[in-house]
């Protein structure tokens, strides 16, 4: 008997209508209707975009059995959405999107160390001293390898990515750190190789974290008194993913606490995982044990996109959403926005609301004035260096002059505001500041945030030099 999406689809409920709640089954799956049969690939219509996001956040792995049963391992689900607001006289248009076939990350299991046991509750089967923890791998899902395209700017560390992941702690990739500017795809790819691990080697711990969340966790084990816990927690994991490892920056005791650490992990066989906007040499205010540890292993750099991979990227994110545009209004996209990928996805989304919520259709002259406003409202990141480029040449000063030990007035004003600048637009810690800003301390950098903050309230020419200076960084 020819198998036919109705007979399919019909097979499929009866066994999910065994496996879930009856409500849960008549809100959820009754309204579903199977529309086309293609080789291995199911199509089902949905009522809205919000019923599908519900049947992919909870239901797609019992979807994925059921259909398996009825199509085989590679069989394939995707849905299609009747969209009700159409664009004039037209005909309503149905929404395509693939089922992403992926639940979301589970609680990890360990055993660690318990010293407060109850010598009041006694349980034949746990050993003394032993607790179970459950650790949530912070992974995003979505954040796969197939949603991370491959390109000239990025073949290094995606494939050193997934060397990592086939093999974690067993390559000569350990440490990975992944390094380049904003919005290049370190952290998806960071996601990538965690999300990989765990689908290759559940038994394996992964943690993903970020440098600042890191920190504040080491903050709140030294005011606790628990700093031996603290290092004795992450002594468990398998894979250690830190994110933005730049932001260790001037912070000594962080440092210190992650040495040991990373010592720990490495010496074991457990793979550590980094990412940074910065290469190892070019990183400022980390210590020098820690930073020859970086280049033990691999240090891959992620570079801007170029124009195929723009164009790549853009066709899978429309893909994923479900939505054609005319190749020329891709490419013209692709050919306008070139920083990082980012930046494209979100214009691309852009256009796509711009279109969607105006009734619209997706036409080059509206592609032109969404990238226009969408490339002009795009903040730069701003670093120290540029800060105290900018300042140098408003004062007329040379770096050497700014960063210099003398006393003059006008200079030591330009430091002071430099120094105010870099605390209000970077992330750097006070230390981190000083030491980049003519190897000054935390205290200094502070007493000139608060002489700045005093002589704007009182001094007019000085609060025309801090408005001028905050235009230039903030056009």
Known sequence: MN???ESVWENCLSFIKDNIQDQAYKTWFEPIKSVELTDNALYIQVPSKFFYEWLEEHYVKLLKVALTKELGKNAKLLYKIRMENTYGNKQPFT??????NRVPMRPQEVDAPFKNLNPELK??????GI???????QLNANYSFDNFLEGDSNRLARSAGMAVANKPGGTSFNPLLIFGGVGLGKTHLAHAIGVEIKDKYPEKTVLYISAEIFTQQYIDSVKKNNRNDFIHFYQLIDVLIIDDVQFLSGKSGTQDVFFHIFNYL???GKQVILTSDKAPVDMQDIEQRLLSRFKWGLSAEIHQPDYETRISILKNILYRDGVEIPDEIIEYVARNIKSNVRELEGAIISLIAQSSFNKKEVTIELAKSVVEKFVKNVKREISIDYIQKIV????QLDLETLQSKTRKRHVVQARQLAMFFAKKFTKASLASIGSQIGDRDHATVLHACKTVDNLVATDKQFKKFMEDINKKLTL
């Open 3 to 5: 198998k036919t999406a």
């Open 95 to 100: 929404e395509q999107l693939p089922s992403a």
């Open 123 to 128: 349980n034949p089967f746990v050993i003394p």
């Open 131 to 137: 607790r179970n923890l459950k650790i949530e791998s």
């Open 266 to 268: 490495h010496q074991n």
């Open 392 to 395: 140098s040449d408003y004062f």
